[in-house]
Structure formats: structure tokens, C-alpha cells
């Protein structure tokens, strides 16, 4: 325990309740989240990619901050904060929002979870929608709750996840469709499990609504999952490029419009319910972009590591975008990326050239996402049952 002297930016960053089990199992790192600290680093990333497809890997993203919205306004209020359409959301369901401000511009993409008529939980990526959302509740003149409540998520994620959960909760647990939540208990500890990650592989998170229980929870799936396979972990910078999917402040950030993302589903402008930027956004979708977010493969000798400024690329000569997350694929064999270019440059088959870290290299623009397009992975593997009478 002497090197959590090492981890250390000042009491302004907040510890999650996994934080010291995850110095225990041997992270080597952190970033920083939310005004959190995460686990980035257990030694090597390409063997936590591998751990992540082919067995399972658990993962602090306490990081993952809930915002609770409740009160008798709460789901007009919640529609409000979103242009997709939740109007047939069910209790128990989980939805992959956008939430957008007065101009169409993204200020988080979390995955909203609905716990009762009138309760919400968003689950965000980096940015301070808390705050936002206060702001926001405090003239809209409707009557809503607005605070953060005592929620750490797990993530547990890879193949032998869903057998680990049988483990854990029993063969009930296999009933759990994609994107659905359910209330549960495990030793006596209150949780929220959904199946849902941030991997595009089978997975599951297990929301701990009582921080005083982490280390509890974290040693027992750690215990149950260790004999299956089950590794300590750090989300995947290589297989959530893969997936396509996106990570606030490299892939779009406040500046950023649904439609540059190619994510036209998550905007319902047809809808009677008012939300903020539905002006902008029927603009945005009149006019069309100037930019489009595409997928690349980058030559050359592979990257040493995700990328950590953003490459600028051209084509011709002339500048027509930015790299914003590139990263190697072992198992594609292939320098992979995500990039905003020019609407001009976005054709499939377009050679651009990028200044990486080594020098000016060719890139190609490719489909994305890189790996299983569908989501078939994530959305339809099952464990079997544990038992034949199952």
C-alpha cells in the first residue's frame, strides 16, 4: 500500500471507492475523469485489449457520474436535456443520449437509465452536465430535483462476463436483454446492473449505490471471476476505436453537432416535445455539414500508442481536418483512427495525408466503425445457462 503516496494531484481530484483495491491488483497509473481519477494503465495496453476480447476484464469507471433527476417534472425536464425521443423509454431500459445546448453543439453523450416514471439517472462522459442541468432546472419553471447521487459503477466486460454474473447473481441474470437494467443485490449490497459498456463486446455494469461497500464488491467479483479468467482492467482506447465509439473532448466536444457525427438516430426533430437546440439542430439538418466525422487507416510502422494531440490532415496540400483518436489494432494488424474532415475529403477511398508523431504519412478513408459494424457482438452474445435445468 506504501505507493499510493505515487497517485497524487491534491484533494481536488476524488478518490472512487474501488481506487485503493485497484492499487492493490496493480495499476500502474490514472487519469483524470470528471474530476476523478481512473485506472489507465495495468502494464500493458495490448494485453488488457486481449484480456477484454478474449476472456473478461473489470474495470473502475466510477468516473462514469450519475446525475439523478427526479421530482414530478423529471421526465418532461429529462426530454428537455435530449433530442432523442423517449417518450416510449419503459422503466428498466437504457438509452444512448446526446445531450445538446441552445446551438445543436454535444455537451455529454451519456446513457440515461430510467428507475421510475419520474427518476433518471444520466451516466456521463467528461464533462460537468450536473451543472448544466441545475442551471438549466432553475428557469425552466418546472418542478425537478437535480443532484448527484452515492453511485460508483464497475464495468465487467469481455466473453466470460455473462458467465461470471451467473457466478454472482444466479441464472436469472441471463435474462437481461442489451441496454436493460434491473435492481440487485449481492451480499447485501444495493446495485444497479444493466448490460451495457463502453467495449462493444458482451458486458455488464454494476452500479454500487453505497461507496462504503467498494472494496467489498470489487474483491468479490475479483474472487468469483479470477478462476474464469476474469483480469483487472482499464477501458480499451483500441477497442473502442474499433467500435467506433466516441470519447467526449477528443471526438466532439461542445463544437460538435450530431449530424458531423453521423448520429442523425439520436435526434428526433419531428417530435412535439420541445427540447434545447431543436432550432439549431432543424438548421443544421436544412442546410447540411461542412465536416464529417470518418474512419481511417493510417500507414506506416504501428503506432506506439494512442495519439495525445490531435494530427492535422490534408489533402492536395490543404488542410481538411483532424485526427482525434488513433490508435494500433493488433488484432486488425492495422494503424486505425477516427477523424473530422472536410464533407470534400470524407469519400470513402480518399488518400489524406496526417502528421503523426514519426512524420507525414498517407491515410486512407475506410468504413467505420473498424470491427463488427452491428454491434452483434454486444448486442446478442449469451452465456450459457450454468445449469441444465437452468
Given at each position: 500500500m506504501d505507493n499510493l503516496q505515487d497517485f497524487g494531484f491534491g484533494t481536488q481530484i476524488r478518490k472512487s471507492p474501488y481506487f485503493d483495491a485497484t492499487v492493490r491488483w496493480g495499476v500502474k497509473g490514472f487519469s483524470v475523469y470528471n474530476h476523478m481519477y481512473i485506472p489507465r494503465d495495468f502494464g500493458d495496453?495490448?494485453?488488457n485489449f486481449w484480456n477484454l476480447i478474449n476472456d473478461a476484464i473489470l474495470c473502475d469507471v466510477a468516473v462514469e457520474r450519475q446525475v439523478e433527476i427526479t421530482g414530478p417534472d423529471a421526465a418532461r425536464f429529462t426530454q428537455m436535456l435530449t433530442p432523442r425521443d423517449l417518450s416510449k423509454m419503459a422503466v428498466g431500459q437504457c438509452k444512448y443520449v446526446l445531450i445538446t445546448n441552445a446551438e445543436g453543439g454535444i455537451l455529454n453523450d451519456p446513457i440515461l437509465l430510467k428507475l421510475g416514471e419520474n427518476h433518471f439517472w444520466l451516466s456521463l462522459s467528461d464533462s460537468d452536465i450536473l451543472l448544466w442541468a441545475q442551471g438549466v432546472a432553475v428557469h425552466s419553471g418546472m418542478q425537478v430535483n437535480i443532484c448527484e447521487p452515492d453511485v460508483s459503477p464497475l464495468q465487467l466486460q469481455g466473453p466470460k462476463s455473462g458467465e461470471i454474473?451467473?457466478?454472482l447473481f444466479g441464472d436469472e441474470i441471463l435474462d437481461l436483454r442489451y441496454f436493460w437494467f434491473r435492481e440487485m443485490e449481492l451480499d447485501g449490497i444495493p446495485l444497479i446492473v444493466s448490460r451495457t459498456g463502453w467495449s462493444s463486446e458482451l458486458g455488464y455494469e454494476i452500479?454500487?449505490?453505497d461507496s462504503a461497500y467498494g472494496n467489498a464488491l470489487w474483491e468479490r467479483i475479483m474472487a468469483?471471476?479470477?478462476?474464469m479468467g476474469l483480469k483487472p482492467g482499464h477501458t480499451s482506447t483500441i477497442r473502442r476505436i474499433e467500435g467506433g465509439m466516441l470519447s467526449y473532448h477528443a471526438d466532439a466536444d461542445i463544437n460538435t453537432n450530431p449530424f458531423e457525427l453521423g448520429m442523425d438516430r439520436l435526434v428526433n426533430l419531428d417530435m412535439e416535445a420541445e427540447f434545447i437546440g431543436k432550432f439549431a439542430?432543424?438548421?443544421?439538418?436544412?442546410?447540411?455539414?461542412?465536416?464529417?466525422?470518418v474512419g481511417l487507416v493510417i500507414?506506416?510502422?504501428p503506432l506506439p500508442g494512442p495519439n495525445t494531440t490531435f494530427w492535422s490532415l490534408s489533402h492536395d496540400?490543404?488542410?481538411?481536418?483532424?485526427?482525434?483518436?488513433?490508435v494500433y489494432s493488433p488484432r486488425l494488424k492495422k494503424n486505425i483512427a477516427l477523424a473530422m474532415v472536410a464533407v470534400e475529403a470524407a469519400d470513402l477511398g480518399t488518400e489524406l495525408q496526417v502528421v503523426t508523431h514519426s512524420g507525414q504519412v498517407t491515410a486512407t478513408v475506410v468504413e467505420r466503425p473498424f470491427f463488427?459494424?452491428?454491434?452483434?457482438?454486444?448486442a446478442t452474445s449469451a452465456p450459457k445457462r450454468m445449469h441444465a435445468n437452468g
Open positions: 495496453p495490448e494485453q454474473m451467473c457466478a452500479y454500487l449505490r468469483v471471476g479470477l478462476p439542430l432543424k438548421r443544421i439538418r436544412d442546410n447540411g455539414v461542412t465536416r464529417k466525422q500507414d506506416g510502422d496540400g490543404a488542410p481538411v481536418g483532424k485526427v482525434t483518436s488513433a463488427d459494424p452491428r454491434k452483434s457482438i454486444a
